[in-house]
């Protein structure tokens, strides 16, 4: 193979960005390969999904502003001809046993073998924040499996000619769960669109719908739609700030931005001072039981003393012994889940 060619050069496909296209009629020459991968972008331009190059011979694509699978050629800038790698997202670690039920137990079997688990990314260190400790799938467990940076479980399709000779049916599979991630996404964008057009026809959720996009989309829209159903009521403040009350309790401070795709949620240090509904020690046991304290104490801000008189105190920490917020930027669905038992916890303790 004559390296020369500028398509091999890594310089030359960060300049160029080749299509998916090109490097597939050079390297993939296996017929049943080349049919399969031709099966699956025939999948994804019949729902109009594009596949956009990120790196050497590796392209990435979205659905509905989601990410949904990965294609590398190649192994990169190895130049290994009929080598062929998909990776296809699938959901969330708590919602990954309903979401399997939908599927053969081929299908299955081919996430339990192909289950992308933690290397350390290549460094000599313990497992990171985003490892599943544990899962279940087909009955057996599976531990330090590797979330990736959109906190889902991903299966890792390895073809390759070298190692045997892939099926047509196991491209089959991996169109089935490429089919799967998006009617996951369908379904997950027509709860929350309806949402917003029915009983969350506030403000809030309307500039939540106008400014954000894909995952932080669905996650700002199901909180609103949890402290709707819960009648927490957001009342506007500023252009782009609400304030979320219970009773005369004020729990949240939410901004969505104007110009920027983003959005906070803060929670008033109120909830944490005294006199307060509830009893420190009540709080810190729910903290401590829920594994709530480093999700708490990692977005906190230290008081500086701006107003003394009216600034809440509590020790949550040795660490921490002045609070002035405790603020969430763009909360992805476990931030979401984790604010919910805290504002459930806050109800049971019947603000007013």
Not at 138 to 162: I, S
Not at 164 to 181: H, R, S, V
Not at 311 to 328: G, M, P, Q
Request: with cysteine; net charge positive.
């Amino acid at each position: 193979m004559d390296m020369s060619n500028e398509i091999y050069s890594v310089a030359a496909q960060k300049k160029n960005r080749p299509s998916i296209d090109m490097i597939r009629d050079i390297f993939i020459t296996d017929p049943v390969l080349k049919k399969g991968l031709d099966d699956v972008l025939t999948l994804l331009h019949e729902y109009k999904i594009k596949m956009g190059w990120f790196h050497t011979s590796h392209w990435k694509a979205k659905y509905k502003g989601e990410p949904i699978l990965s294609i590398k050629i190649g192994n990169g800038f190895k130049y290994i001809e009929n080598w062929l790698l998909i990776n296809v997202e699938t959901v969330l670690p708590d919602e990954l046993t309903g979401y399997l039920s939908q599927f053969s137990k081929d299908a299955q079997d081919t996430l339990a073998k192909n289950i992308c688990f933690c290397n350390t990314c290549g460094k000599p260190k313990n497992p990171c924040d985003n490892v599943i400790k544990q899962i279940i799938i087909n009955g057996n467990e599976y531990r330090n499996v590797c979330k990736n940076r959109h906190d889902t479980v991903v299966c890792q399709c390895l073809y390759d000619t070298a190692n045997g000779n892939p099926l047509p049916q196991d491209f089959d599979i991996t169109k089935e769960f490429i089919t799967a991630k998006i009617k996951h996404i369908n379904n997950k964008h027509n709860k929350y669109d309806n949402a917003v057009t029915s009983a969350l026809k506030s403000k809030i959720a309307i500039a939540m719908s106008e400014s954000l996009n894909g995952e932080d989309k669905a996650n700002a829209l199901k909180f609103i739609s949890f402290l709707s159903e819960n009648k927490l009521s957001s009342q506007h403040m500023s252009p782009n700030a609400w304030k979320v009350n219970y009773g005369d309790t004020r729990i949240f401070r939410i901004t969505v931005g104007r110009k920027k795709a983003n959005w906070t949620v803060e929670l008033m240090p109120t909830l944490f001072g005294n006199p307060a509904p509830y009893t420190p020690t009540d709080f810190d046991t729910f903290i401590d039981n829920e594994n709530l304290r480093e999700f708490i104490n990692s977005k906190m801000k230290i008081c500086r003393n701006c107003y003394p008189k009216k600034c809440a105190r509590k020790e949550l920490s040795e660490e921490f012994n002045t609070i002035c917020n405790v603020n969430w930027a763009n909360p992805n669905n476990e931030a979401i889940n984790n604010l919910i038992k805290m504002t459930d916890y806050w109800k049971k303790q019947e603000l007013t």
